[in-house]
């Protein structure tokens, strides 16, 4: 036997039953795994079945989620893209996956342990429009890091904006309708010293407690990245320019757009211009003349030696520009960050 098929009945669970359902389709797969054999999982009809899936493990997946049957000529259309077919056939993925039983033996032997290793979490509980917290971890609690925290934890919704409220509602009403998977959701809550804090918060659903509904959540403070990325994007508006940061991993370079200025100009979006600049194939679009001389400047900078030239590029609608690239040396052993480089636009011929 070289694979096993599951058939779609397994992933069409009740919800009185479904976690039952749940358990059996898990042992399945367990069983598969334990016999070194792939599995296929038949049915898949939404992304919160693939998604139940692919975190126990499964590789291949099948069903009217990806495609629903189509005329010859239209398959034909599909495989002939290299990156649409896998030719290396039917493999076991051979990782081992953790299971629940494996945080409640003797390996794990405090709680202090269970919790470094869960971080943030808290049970929340909804009722009559209010949601409270009833208990949570010391993790959770460094977390927040408010002095009035013991007030904080009940109504949570008065410390954000409507808006934010709305997201708290609808996110735990997602939670509840895919138990399987769960609902991420950003929120601000207001700070008792000012300011915003923001939490990614994941919810599970765990069912009901009398007229109330329990929900299990994980947090990470994600205000300083948010914070950074608005502050970029704030650059970007403002700065007619480029910054780029340039790092070396043990003598490999690559790099990070922190504010793209010229995406209008140029026509790439910092992502785009990240990856191209990572590829080597934003160096294509230096005109020829200048490719080589650009890119020995940028290495050399990299090793401590800083430069300013003009160069000219080809832009994404095919149009040439002049540019100002320049590039300092930062000297900073606690960074990987060894360049910082600026690109401006200049007026006037290439010369």
């Not at 403002?238 to 790099?255: A, E, L, N, T, V």
């Not at 679009?285 to 200048?290: N, T």
């Amino acid at each position: 036997m070289d694979a096993i098929k599951l058939d779609a009945r397994f992933l069409r669970v009740e919800k009185e039953n479904e976690e039952k359902g749940i358990h059996i389709l898990e042992s399945v797969i367990n069983m598969t795994k334990t016999m070194g054999l792939p599995i296929i999982v038949e049915g898949v009809e939404n992304a919160e079945q693939r998604d139940f899936l692919m975190n126990l493990g499964c590789r291949y997946i099948q069903g009217f989620y990806f495609y629903k049957p189509m005329p010859v000529d239209d398959f034909e259309k599909i495989i002939r893209e290299n990156g649409n077919v896998d030719l290396r056939g039917l493999r076991f993925k051979a990782n081992e996956e953790f299971h629940v039983r494996e945080f409640l033996d003797e390996t794990v032997y405090s709680d202090s342990m269970l919790n470094t290793i869960l971080g943030p979490v808290a049970i929340y509980s909804l009722q009559n429009d209010k949601v409270d917290i009833i208990r949570y971890n010391e993790q959770f609690y460094e977390a927040v890091n408010v002095p009035d925290f013991d007030e904080r934890i009940n109504d949570i919704g008065r410390f954000m904006s409507a808006e934010d409220r709305r997201k708290l509602f609808d996110v735990l009403a997602q939670a509840r309708d895919d138990r399987l998977n769960g609902a991420s959701v950003l929120l601000n809550f207001f700070r008792t010293q000012g300011g915003i804090s923001r939490f990614l918060i994941h919810f599970y659903y765990l069912g009901e407690e009398g007229k109330a509904r329990r929900f299990y959540g994980s947090a990470r403070d994600v205000t300083e990245i948010t914070n950074l990325q608005k502050h970029m994007e704030l650059i970007s508006g403002y700065f007619s320019g480029c910054i780029i940061f340039c790092f070396d991993y043990d003598g490999r370079y690559s790099f990070q757009v922190i504010a793209n200025g010229l995406e209008e100009e140029i026509g790439l979006s910092a992502g785009e211009l990240e990856e191209e600049l990572n590829s080597g194939s934003f160096f294509e679009r230096v005109v020829p003349e200048q490719r080589k001389r650009l890119r020995r400047q940028t290495m050399e900078a990299a090793m401590g030696m800083d430069f300013a030239s003009y160069f000219s590029m080809i832009n994404a609608r095919g149009t040439r520009m002049n540019l100002l690239i320049r590039a300092d040396y930062i000297e900073d052993d606690s960074s990987d960050v060894k360049c910082l480089v600026i690109i401006t636009a200049r007026q006037g011929d290439d010369k």
